[in-house]
Each structure stands twice: as C-alpha cells, then as structure tokens.
C-alpha cells in the first residue's frame, strides 16, 4: 500500500510571504512518481510538476520550486513571493510503478492574503 | 493542449432521475479515469479505462455506470443515486495506464452534482 500525508491542512500567509507545502510519502515500490496539482475554488486540478523517483535533482519554475529528499521520502513545495492567486488547495501525490494507481494525500488549502 | 472538458459543469437530480455525466480529450490519450471528490477531501478513484475497456473499478455502487464510446470519449451514468453520492466529479486522461508507463493524470474541471 502506498500513502501519502500533507501535514499542514491549511496555511494563512500574507502577499509577498515565502511558503513551503510540506508532503511525505511512503511506498513499496522502488520506482514512482510524485505529482503536485493545484485546484483554485473553480474546481479543475491543475497539473504543477512531476518528479520521478530516479531523478532528485531540485526543479525552480518562476516563484514554484520543488525539494525532492529520497532519504525523508519528502516532496516539498516552495512558493516564493506569493500573490493573492496562489490562494488554491494543493495535493500531493505519487503514481506507483505500474502506473495505475495515484494516490493523493489530503491536501493543504492555501490563503494568500492582500 | 492539454485540455480535458466536462459537461454539465453543475447537475441537480432527484434519487429516481437518470442522468449522464460527459467528458471529452483530444490529445490522443488512451487513458481515462472517473474520481468522485467530496468537499475538503482528496479525489478518489472510481473507475480507469484503458484502451476503451473498463480495467480498474474501485468497487462503486453499481448505480454509477461508466461508459467509454471511444477513445476520446467517457461517459458516467447516473441511476437512483443517493444524496450522499452529492460531490464533484473529476474526469482525467493520460497517454497510457499500467504496464509501467508514468504518466500524467490531466484533469477537466469537474461536474458538481446535487442530489435532492
């Protein structure tokens, strides 16, 4: 079985504010794949990054930066300078190596305040 | 373009009505997935087509009764549903599912519905 926990279920910030969005996973398989989507109030899950188990190099995407740590089976999330848009839920999840199961964890829901 | 498009984007329905959800890729995906989300709470995974043929449900009530015409296709039939099944319904496709591959799951923006 395959879990994934998002410790913080929400986080109140103010415009500007660095933020990190934690996510910890556990699983079997020795390859996999870790995803986080974003979902605004409008509902649609917004593809962010993918990251696969075999590649911990760091990704930077303008204010987005994502910290892959094998050791802590840790997948965090960095949003620097944020805006009032960022506002959203964030999920965290991980794909197992056959491909055919995604799991999210529960989400961190996100205020950015003007 | 990586675009998934869902009808209606909000349903109302009675438990005695029946009622179809639809859902629409044009990327040449051959993956599609049915996730129920309740409020405040992680998708959930109902059913996995692959190649047009049902290859994962996730032991849904058979009043939910998924359909896939073709490739580009999903549909999601509803029959005397309960007011617990009220959620949003999420449709998501990937090139591929199983066998190793690893791909991504893109989403359309859902099918809020109400059961009265």
Redesign the interface.
Known sequence: AQKVTQAQTEISVVEKEDVTLDCVYETRDTTY?L?W?KQPP??????LI?R?SFDEQNEISGRYSWNFQKSTSSFNFTITASQVVDSAVY?CAL?N??????T????TRLMVKP | DTEVTQTPKHLVMGMTNKKSLKCEQHMGHRAMYWYKQKAKKPPELMFVYSYEKLSINESVPSRFSPECPNSSLLNLHLHALQPEDSALYLCASSQGAGGGASETQYFGPGTRLLVL
């Open positions: 794949y995803f989507y409008s509902g649609e899950l917004v593809f993918r696969n999920f794909l190596n056959a491909g055919n199961m995604l999210f964890g529960g989400g």
